[in-house]
């Protein structure tokens, strides 16, 4: 080794950076795109209450999120913007079978825009009236778990619950996405408080910027990883290039 107090001083700086470690607030430079997923649509109503059915509001709340997104500085996609089912606008798949073309058009949906997140919104419901609050379901992988760990502790704050996020087994999207994808079942429709919460103006808009806001934290968050991890990595090379020279 040529330099020894070259390297002597790497592996101090290096100790020294351990004890301190950067705290960048690295926020992405290109725009991160997002895909909205709105749950059911047209035919398919999803669940309902009385008149009121899980598709409508879905889609309001969908639109308030689309919205904050923006605003946020993210790219957004909504795969429907108004009341239809997805199977009527199916170009991949020739079933006779509306579910399975419905499918087949959000899977390939994904596939054209090749969004960097997913967010399903959908609307919980159960027999026992005084369930409440919201769920919200993940991926079997570590980012799409950070995602949905960061949303329910936003919505549960929102709520003034407790809840955890729940790993999403059975669900074709879910199954089927290679970016983090969640499924936020926003509340229960068949519990009065959390239909009022669903259904108003103000309560829309502050479930849509509770969604916003974790998603945020999970984009700083994610940038932040990434940024450590190349400083690390330039210091490793250049103790590397140290110990080669
Ligand atoms: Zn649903």
């Given at each position: 080794?040529?330099?020894?107090?070259?390297?002597?001083?790497?592996?101090?700086?290096?100790?020294?950076?351990?004890?301190?470690?950067?705290?960048?607030?690295?926020?992405?430079?290109?725009?991160?795109?997002?895909?909205?997923?709105?749950?059911?649509?047209?035919?398919?109503?999803?669940?309902?209450?009385?008149?009121?059915?899980?598709?409508?509001?879905?889609?309001?709340?969908?639109?308030r999120l689309y919205q904050h997104l923006t605003a946020a500085?993210?790219?957004?996609?909504?795969?429907?913007?108004?009341?239809?089912?997805?199977?009527?606008?199916?170009?991949?798949?020739?079933?006779?079978?509306?579910?399975?073309?419905?499918?087949?058009?959000?899977?390939?949906?994904?596939?054209?825009?090749?969004?960097?997140?997913?967010?399903?919104?959908?609307?919980?419901?159960?027999?026992?009236?005084?369930?409440?609050?919201?769920?919200?379901?993940?991926?079997?992988?570590?980012?799409?778990?950070?995602?949905?760990?960061?949303?329910?502790?936003?919505?549960?704050?929102?709520?003034?619950?407790?809840?955890?996020?729940?790993?999403?087994?059975?669900?074709?999207?879910?199954?089927?996405?290679?970016?983090?994808?969640?499924?936020?079942?926003?509340?229960?429709?068949?519990?009065?408080?959390?239909?009022?919460?669903?259904?108003?103006?103000?309560?829309?808009e502050?479930?849509a910027q509770?969604i916003t806001?974790?998603?945020?934290?999970?984009?700083?968050?994610?940038?932040?990883?990434?940024?450590?991890?190349?400083?690390?990595?330039?210091?490793?090379?250049?103790?590397?290039?140290?110990?080669?020279?």
């Amino acid at each position: 080794m040529r330099n020894r107090h070259t390297y002597y001083l790497l592996v101090a700086l290096m100790m020294v950076m351990a004890c301190f470690p950067s705290k960048s607030e690295a926020i992405p430079l290109t725009p991160i795109r997002i895909l909205i997923d709105v749950g059911h649509g047209g035919i398919d109503s999803g669940t309902s209450h009385g008149n009121l059915y899980e598709k409508d509001i879905n889609l309001q709340i969908a639109k308030r999120l689309y919205q904050h997104l923006t605003a946020a500085g993210y790219s957004v996609a909504m795969n429907r913007e108004e009341d239809i089912a997805l199977s009527d606008d199916n170009r991949w798949l020739n079933s006779r079978s509306r579910h399975l073309r419905d499918l087949a058009q959000r899977k390939n949906l994904v596939k054209e825009i090749v969004p960097q997140m997913m967010l399903s919104l959908h609307v919980n419901w159960s027999s026992d009236t005084k369930r409440s609050g919201p769920l919200v379901l993940y991926q079997s992988n570590e980012q799409s778990y950070m995602l949905a760990d960061l949303l329910q502790v936003s919505l549960n704050n929102l709520w003034g619950t407790k809840a955890n996020p729940i790993k999403g087994k059975t669900y074709y999207m879910l199954r089927h996405n290679y970016c983090p994808s969640v499924i936020v079942e926003m509340g229960f429709i068949s519990n009065g408080s959390d239909r009022k919460q669903l259904t108003n103006p103000d309560g829309q808009e502050k479930i849509a910027q509770a969604i916003t806001a974790a998603v945020s934290e999970y984009v700083i968050l994610t940038g932040n990883l990434k940024m450590e991890a190349l400083v690390e990595e330039s210091w490793w090379q250049k103790l590397v290039d140290g110990l080669m020279n």
